[in-house]
């Protein structure tokens, strides 16, 4: 009787870590990859931060030889929805490397991109922070704002001179 009680409970052991290594196993095999998606072109294109966004997709920050025109390197920034499907891309940089290494997404929707740039720096791998607006675009500078400014700052001179001189020819007088 001892016999068959140590083999009863020797099956119900066996029986009940089997069906806990299946219970444990499915679940994580099953749901391990939700989805799979690549990114680039024909040359050399990394991601080297991920961050997932409020709207619930990802955005990507790194690296892409595939979309210069000139075979350099650029810093990339990609946006996928919460299925993996790209939204849009942008690339940022000049004539040399340029690597975005972190990205966090900006209270304002836009996104901040710490990189490394040799393009722009003053010598050879410099910090590079880019701040964009929420499709990735940097905005600029517009060059008809810089003219009034400029026009503004001209008229403004040529009056004070022109008070200047005014008030000089009536101390003379």
Do not use: H
């Not at 083999?7 to 119900?12: A, I, P, R, V, W």
């Not at 679940?27 to 991920?50: C, E, F, I, L």
């Not at 920050?61 to 000139?70: I, K, L, Y």
């Amino acid at each position: 009787m001892g016999g068959k009680n140590r083999m009863k409970n020797f099956t119900s052991t066996v029986a009940f870590f089997g069906l806990l290594i299946l219970a444990l196993a499915i679940p994580v095999g099953a749901s391990s990859t939700m989805w799979s998606r690549t990114y680039g072109g024909p040359d050399n294109d990394n991601a080297t931060a991920v961050i997932q966004t409020s709207d619930g997709g990802y955005a990507l920050a790194g690296r892409t030889e595939s979309f210069s025109a000139d075979n350099s390197v650029l810093c990339w920034l990609i946006k996928v929805d919460s299925s993996g499907n790209m939204e849009w891309n942008q690339t940022y940089g000049g004539q040399v490397d340029d690597v975005a290494w972190a990205i966090v997404e900006a209270t304002n929707g836009g996104y901040a991109i710490a990189g490394s740039t040799i393009s722009f720096g003053a010598g050879k791998n410099d910090a590079w922070l880019i701040k964009t607006d929420e499709y990735g675009v940097v905005p600029e500078f517009p060059l008809l704002t810089f003219l009034f400014v400029l026009l503004l700052a001209v008229v403004l001179m040529v009056s004070v001179t022109y008070r200047r001189s005014l008030q000089n020819t009536k101390r003379r007088e």
